[in-house]
T-cell receptor, first 114, second 114 residues
Framework: KAGVTQTPRYLIKTRGQQVTLSCSPISGHRSVSWYQQTPGQGLQFLFEYFSETQRNKGNFPGRFSGRQFSNSRSEMNVSTLELGDSALYLC??????FGVGGYTFGSGTRLTVV | AQKVTQAQTEISVVEKEDVTLDCVYETRDTTYYLFWYKQPPSGELVFLIRRNSFDEQNEISGRYSWNFQKSTSSFNFTITASQVVDSAVYFCALSENTGNQFYFGTGTSLTVIP
């Protein structure tokens, strides 16, 4: 059974650019959540999608957006990148919403903004 | 106020010692879920256990055991006879029904010294 796949693994972008990260959940999982992990702030919830609908959103500016496709694959977009957006972005899928069944995480995308 | 508090930032133990990782949570919900995740150096968060608020039975899985006490709002994790492979950051997490939120603690970095 394939795990959660995130692409790319590493990204280097320049301030002001935009970036799109991709996540393919475990087959059969309809919930996909995104987290930002930084040394200073720890794991912070970005948003969750379930059956193509955003179910919940964390406390991030509108530059952070996402979507989910009919096959449950999800993308996260960050526009007008700032240095502070440098982080490990983790995608997690689960059978149930809000991760109550337990998340399966991907390996993450390491984004560096220079 | 932190929803999930992991007061131990870093712990070092010598191999074969037992170690307990503390987790204190805060919620007004009567139905909620508690989790532990492990993040090894590779970066991928690994789901270890889920408990719901109605099940206070302690659980043992091999060298791992969990002690859930609602009276003290704690969900502690003990590793018996620690091994070098246990070295990782361990996160405690809470999922609430109200507000549909999922909260991670700040993590405890465990180093097992050979």
């Amino acid at each position: 059974k394939a795990g959660v796949t995130q692409t790319p693994r590493y990204l280097i972008k320049t301030r002001g650019q935009q970036v799109t990260l991709s996540c393919s959940p475990i087959s059969g999982h309809r919930s996909v959540s995104w987290y930002q992990q930084t040394p200073g702030q720890g794991l912070q919830f970005l948003f969750e999608y379930f059956s193509e609908t955003q179910r919940n959103k964390g406390n991030f500016p509108g530059r952070f957006s996402g979507r989910q496709f009919s096959n449950s694959r999800s993308e996260m977009n960050v526009s007008t990148l700032e240095l502070g957006d440098s982080a490990l972005y983790l995608c997690a899928s689960s059978l149930e919403v809000f991760g109550v069944g337990g998340y399966t995480f991907g390996s993450g995308t390491r984004l560096t903004v220079v | 106020a932190q929803k999930v508090t992991q007061a131990q930032t870093e712990i070092s133990v010598v191999e074969k010692e037992d170690v307990t990782l503390d987790c204190v949570y805060e919620t007004r919900d009567t139905t909620y879920y508690l989790f532990w995740y492990k993040q090894p150096p590779s970066g991928e968060l690994v789901f270890l256990i889920r408990r719901n608020s109605f099940d206070e039975q302690n659980e043992i899985s091999g060298r791992y055991s969990w002690n859930f006490q609602k009276s003290t709002s704690s969900f502690n994790f003990t590793i018996t006879a620690s091994q070098v492979v246990d070295s990782a950051v361990y996160f405690c997490a809470l999922s609430e029904n109200t507000g549909n939120q999922f909260y991670f603690g700040t993590g405890t970095s465990l180093t097992v010294i050979p």
